[in-house]
């Protein structure tokens, strides 16, 4: 362990005198304050007391900036003042503003806890039963390519875990294929790519002259990429933008794809809590599984499910036979068993009693409908409020045409802080906020706030 030595001297009642001439101090002409000692035992006038400081071995680690999303939390928790509004997390809230559990979360937990199930380790893979649902509701109970088990299911921590894991498959057998990611994206997919050496570039996506989907640059940036690429898509309400394509448009993206021998990769995080249903959410996914493309998806039931803690999703990918299923499952262990070992069973076993439970399952697709519901309530009265208040006559109906838990203002960044330093609405800088957090009775306050940080801060 490296030290420095550092001596702290109290001297009293000893004077600096000037070296006799010829001194072999050579020290200028001071005495030194420690005088020779007459006998191994003798006592001297100074005082000195000496410290001992370890420098630390990762003194050279810097301070990592907060986190972009997550951190817009702790400042909004710092704030004192009584209008702050929390618009950067995407998490459910009431109208209330306050966190929400599932009904259906409540009762599959108290059918686990009547069941008295252990807390055994699960298989690297993950729990069975969990695979088995969570494949049926991405793809469809009936869909040929769970009969003829071309589906590699691994049980994953959420989104962010399955996508690293994917991450990390790439990396391994596809060394030095490059990952296509929107431009704007979800702020985590960088880093996750970043940290498995993955390479990646952007495909245009959002078009701030229309607050829309930049559709011609999307389709000419997938044309232009090396053959074999993987193409990062969102399944459903888009992060941050919104913006999805139209069931025409997926047609013509999944064209492109094919040509160019690409491979898509799904990131799934809102599956029946954009829309409300489960199934036009998971279209785009089954619409190129259905053309006999190999795909990857991560799934995520932080959302729609509201298990935000609990890190359960599942990494899938889908492939040209059953053989090649089989090694792909058995890599993806072997990627996850140093990585984290295996994943937690308490998640997974609340997804397999909801999933899995027709009665629950029922009542689940009605939450979702009541939470997706609030969402659109809340969308359509702040454009009622920008409009309104708004008299120079902006047409603000992109808000309505965006669709799940956020919506893309179109705001700067020096507009996103003045939103935050003179209105107290903790947002993300890129203009994002998440309507999961705003309430009918805010959507004045808001829209107030936005026209001003628009038409006053350039």
């Not at 005082?47 to 972009?68: L, Q």
């Not at 984290?340 to 997974?348: I, K, L, M, R």
Request: net charge positive; aromatic share 8%.
């Amino acid at each position: 362990m490296a030290s420095a030595i550092v001596s702290l001297s109290s001297v009293s009642s000893i004077s600096l005198q000037p070296h006799a001439k010829g001194s072999k101090n050579g020290i200028g002409n001071v005495s030194s304050p420690f005088p020779k000692s007459k006998g191994k035992h003798a006592l001297t006038k100074v005082k000195c007391m000496v410290a001992t400081v370890k420098v630390s071995r990762f003194e050279g680690i810097t301070m990592a900036p907060p986190d972009p999303i997550l951190g817009v939390s702790e400042a909004f928790k710092a704030s004192t003042n009584e209008k702050k509004l929390n618009l950067g997390v995407g998490a459910y809230r009431t109208e209330e503003l306050q966190p929400y559990v599932l009904n259906v979360v409540k009762k599959a937990e108290n059918l686990i806890l009547e069941r008295g199930e252990n807390k055994e380790y699960l298989p690297i893979e993950g729990l069975a039963a969990f695979n088995k649902v969570t494949a049926e509701l991405l793809f469809g109970a009936d869909n040929p390519v769970l009969k003829q088990q071309r589906l590699s299911t691994v049980q994953g921590l959420s989104g962010t875990g399955s996508l690293r894991l994917a991450a990390a498959l790439i990396q391994r057998y596809f060394p030095g294929s490059k990952v296509l990611i929107s431009s704007p994206t979800w702020g985590n997919h960088k880093n996750i790519f970043n940290d498995a050496g993955v390479p990646w570039s952007e495909y245009r996506y959002y078009d701030p002259k229309t607050v829309g989907l930049d559709f011609e640059g999307m389709i000419a940036d997938i044309k232009a990429a090396p053959e074999g690429s993987f193409i990062l898509l969102h399944g459903c309400a888009h992060n941050p933008t919104g913006i999805d394509p139209t069931p025409e448009q997926w047609e013509i993206i999944a064209d492109v794809i094919q040509e160019k021998n690409h491979i898509p990769f799904f990131d799934v995080a809102y599956q029946g809590f954009a829309s409300g249903n489960l199934d036009a959410d998971a279209s785009s996914v089954r619409l190129f599984a259905a053309r006999g493309l190999e795909l990857i998806v991560a799934q995520s039931y932080s959302k729609n499910l509201g298990l935000y803690a609990e890190r359960i999703g599942a990494i899938n990918v889908l492939c040209s036979s059953s053989d090649t299923a089989a090694r792909v499952k058995s890599q993806l262990k072997r990627i996850a068993r140093p990585m984290y070992s295996n994943p937690p069973v308490h998640g997974a076993r609340i997804v397999v009693n909801v999933v899995g439970n027709p009665n629950l399952f029922n009542e689940w697709k009605e939450e979702m409908e009541m939470m997706a519901g609030r969402i659109k309530s809340v969308r359509q009265k702040l454009h009622d409020s920008l409009t309104a208040n708004d008299k120079s006559g902006k047409d603000w109906s992109f808000i309505l045409k965006q669709i799940g838990m956020f919506s893309y203002t179109g705001l700067s960044k020096t507009q996103s802080d003045s939103m935050t330093n003179k209105w107290h609405v903790y947002m993300t800088k890129d203009g994002r906020i998440s309507l999961a957090g705003l309430s009918a009775a805010k959507c004045e306050y808001l829209a107030d706030a936005i026209i001003d940080s628009f038409y006053n801060v350039s």
